[in-house]
T-cell receptor, first 113, second 110 residues
């Protein structure tokens, strides 16, 4: 069974640009989660999508946004990039809802110059 | 607000030397406690889910236990390939998100 996939693996942008990160969940999973892992810090919850709806978001500014498509894949968009947005962005999926185990993808390494 | 504290931050063991990692948590209503393993530059790999105090789960050299305030990940006779960062996270009935600890970086020396 294929796991969670993310693209691209690496992304280099400059300050002020926009970044788009993509995630495909495990087949049959309807919930997708996004986390930010900055160097030396723990995973910080960004967004949770389920059945195409945003269900919850973490303490991040509105320039972090995303969506979930009918096939349950998801996009994370980061507008007006700042240097401190440089981090590993991780996507996870679960069968249904926050109490189910989340399975993570390999991540997208974003570097903002 | 939910809080997860993991200790120690880093642990170096000789191959075969058993030990335990600690995860202390504060949540208003625990839905589940999760253990993950993360290798450098990679996504976390799921290990265990625990739902209620007294529950135990085992996988190879790893055993996870849960009380009302903390969880332990016991590592028995570890091997160098067990070297990784071990992450603990909790899910809360109230606020619908996972809260992660900062992890314990485990190094097993051959």
């Amino acid at each position: 069974e294929a796991g969670v996939t993310q693209s691209p693996t690496h992304l280099i942008k400059t300050r002020g640009q926009q970044a788009t990160l993509r995630c495909s969940p495990i087949s049959g999973h309807t919930s997708v989660y996004w986390y930010q892992q900055a160097l030396g810090l723990g995973l910080q919850f960004l967004l949770w999508y389920d059945e195409g709806e945003e269900r919850n978001r973490g303490n991040f500014p509105p320039r972090f946004s995303g969506r979930q498509f009918p096939n349950y894949s998801s996009e994370l968009n980061v507008n007006a990039l700042e240097l401190e947005d440089s981090a590993l962005y991780l996507c996870a999926s679960s069968l249904d809802g926050i109490q189910e185990t989340q399975y993570f993808g390999p991540g997208t390494r974003l570097l903002v110059l | 607000e939910d809080q997860v504290t993991q200790s120690p931050e880093a642990l170096r063991l000789q191959e075969g030397e058993s030990s335990s990692l600690n995860c202390s948590y504060t949540v208003s209503g625990l839905r589940g406690l999760f253990w993950y393993r993360q290798d450098p530059g990679k996504g976390p790999e799921f290990l265990f889910t625990l739902y209620s105090a007294g529950e135990e789960k085992e996988k190879e050299r790893l055993k996870a236990t849960l009380t009302k305030k903390e969880s332990f990940l016991h590592i028995t006779a570890p091997k160098p390939e067990d070297s990784a960062t071990y992450l603990c996270a909790v899910a809360n009935f109230g606020n619908e998100k996972l809260t992660f600890g900062t992890g314990t970086r485990l190094t097993i020396i051959p």
